[in-house]
């Protein structure tokens, strides 16, 4: 089992920044992929930014890329998404997700194992 916990969110100014944090516990030595996902009331989870668990592999969705940034601490078991020039479309509910066991699949197209309870952000214009 793995247990994933996000923190960072919260209330900015459109133009803005943030970094999440999910902090990855429990069976890791398995894992491929920690994706970041979002989600509005009433709409679907979407796919935001992946990077596999071992290697230099980062994908982002194209209405993100240029501003945010997904990295990872090993060490310390860390996920982050920095999170720059915040516009109000970027608000949401964000969540990290952890796939184990390697799959034959582009990163984004990775569906996780195991999810967080998720984290507000919310971007004022």
């Known amino acids: 089992q793995v247990q994933l916990e996000e923190s960072g969110g919260g209330l900015v100014q459109a133009g803005g920044s943030l970094r999440l944090s999910c902090r990855v516990s429990?069976?890791?030595?398995?894992?491929?992929?920690v994706n970041w996902f979002r989600q509005t009331p009433g709409k679907e989870r979407n796919f935001v930014a992946a990077i596999n668990w071992s290697g230099d592999s980062t994908y982002y969705v194209d209405s993100v890329k240029g501003r945010f940034t997904v990295s990872r601490d090993n060490a310390k078991n860390m996920v982050y998404l920095q999170m720059n020039i915040l516009k109000p479309e970027d608000t949401a509910r964000y969540y990290c997700g952890a796939k184990a066991g390697e799959v034959a699949k582009p990163l984004s197209a990775v569906e996780p194992d195991y999810w967080g309870q998720g984290t507000q952000v919310s971007v004022m214009s």
């Open positions: 429990g069976r890791t030595l398995d894992l491929y992929v």
